[in-house]
């Protein structure tokens, strides 16, 4: 079986790049075709809003005829054009689209399953030259972290966390006897955070997601985590689990302005069997 994965697409975002010839929907159709996948794994990010998030993925789905699995980013928490403002009534809409994992997990074969959720952040991967107080305002040098305008959980952050971890492992412990694939939204690993000393993300790492994700790799049978949010291009393993992040990520950050160039980079694809 050969899967495909890319995340981050910020279709929104990057909308300035589209033309008539080529938008972001278009050429992904066209490489899931020409990868000749039998599932894609998109672990959020698609937009900034969770209902242009499902209308994607239901476009995608129907125009390539491949299964997508999903978990939901951050950013396809908030509700930009929509303005629902609590936060755990587009939870329970992203959850009802057919192939969001969330509390759901996806049976492959006998062998594999995948299984996962958003994520989010417990500040763990921030310096400890702040204290969880800061961190909780979620602003520093003059920039703020802006799930703390569009999202509203009524929790704070690491109770979030929590409930999504608690989750996960539940999930996890249903499939511990199956090869595991792990898919979040937050960054799984240490590795994968924005190297540090750094002015900046020494504060914004703490919401790229928790260094305790990583420990679940030995307590199951994590053969890959699938992650996102960091917007790295980039793969690494710890111990038997191979960690893959393949973002599209914001056209500012890209090397050139072309979709097709940028998706044909970030698109990543391994076989199991």
Request: hydrophobic residues 35%; charged residues 25%; aromatic residues 14%.
């Amino acid at each position: 079986m050969k899967i495909g994965v890319i995340s981050d697409l910020h279709i929104d975002k990057n909308r300035v790049l589209e033309s008539s010839s080529e938008n972001i929907l278009t050429v992904l159709v066209e490489k899931i075709k020409e990868s000749k996948i039998d599932i894609l794994l998109i672990p959020g990010d698609v937009s900034n809003d969770y209902r242009l998030t499902l209308h994607f993925l239901t476009s995608l789905e129907e125009s390539t005829e491949v299964k997508v699995l999903f978990v939901p980013g951050n950013h396809d928490y908030w509700s930009k054009d929509n303005h629902v403002t609590d936060t755990w009534k587009v939870y329970e809409s992203l959850k009802q689209w057919d192939g969001c994992i969330a509390e759901n997990p996806y049976v492959l074969n006998e062998e594999w399953v995948v299984v996962g959720n958003s994520g989010w952040y417990d500040h763990s991967f921030g310096s400890r030259k702040f204290n969880n107080e800061q961190f909780n305002q979620m602003k520093y040098n003059g920039r703020t972290w802006k799930d703390s305008v569009y999202t509203n959980w009524n929790l704070d952050n690491k109770a979030v966390h929590e409930f999504f971890y608690e989750k996960l492992k539940q999930d996890l412990e249903a499939y511990k006897n199956k090869n595991i694939i792990m898919m979040t939204h937050m960054v799984t690993h240490p590795n994968f955070i924005v190297p540090k000393p750094h002015e900046v993300w020494d504060y914004f790492n703490a919401f790229l997601g928790s260094d305790s994700y990583h420990r679940l790799f030995e307590d199951y049978n994590i053969q890959y985590s699938i992650m996102g949010h960091v917007h790295f291009r980039k793969t690494d393993t710890s111990n038997h689990t191979k960690m893959i992040c393949a973002c599209l990520g914001n056209y500012a950050e890209w090397e050139s302005v072309s979709i097709r160039k940028e998706i044909n980079e970030a698109f990543y694809t391994f076989n199991i069997e």
